[in-house]
């Protein structure tokens, strides 16, 4: 299984912009997932490797930009226009690679980071 070490969260201002990093420990598909109190995991994010497919859900596509840095095996979750609907626990997980696509289902993600708090205030 992938190491993974997440950073980056904190507290924000509504409109204003957070960028999370999430380091593995070798190559892998990436996703980023959220969850709020009282919600399920939900998917966000997610990118292969090394990098040609990207996928958003639709809450966040204009807003976020996921990237990563091959040479660093570093994914990063650029947020801008962050809403109070964004608070959540941030976390990044890893499934391999070579699949072709981006999964959005949490069963298929093997690793998972030990998630980051993003809080959005008004």
């Known amino acids: 299984q992938a190491l993974l070490v997440e950073s980056g969260g904190g507290l924000v201002q509504a409109g204003g912009s957070l960028r999370l990093s999430c380091k593995a420990s070798?190559?892998?598909?990436m996703g980023w997932f959220r969850q709020a109190p009282g919600n399920e995991r939900e998917f966000v994010a997610g990118?292969?490797?090394?990098?040609?497919?990207?996928s958003y859900t639709d809450a966040v596509k204009g807003r976020f930009t996921i990237s990563r840095d091959n040479a660093q095996n570093t994914v990063y979750l650029q947020m801008n226009s962050l809403n109070s609907e964004d608070t959540a626990v941030y976390y990044c997980?890893?499934?391999?690679?070579?699949?072709?696509?981006?999964?959005?289902?949490?069963?298929?993600?093997?690793?998972w980071g030990q998630g980051t708090q993003v809080t959005v205030s008004l």
């Open positions: 990118i292969s490797w090394p990098g040609k497919v990207v």
């Open positions: 070798t190559r892998y598909d």
């Open positions: 997980a890893a499934r391999g690679y070579g699949f072709g696509y981006v999964s959005r289902s949490p069963a298929d993600y093997l690793s």
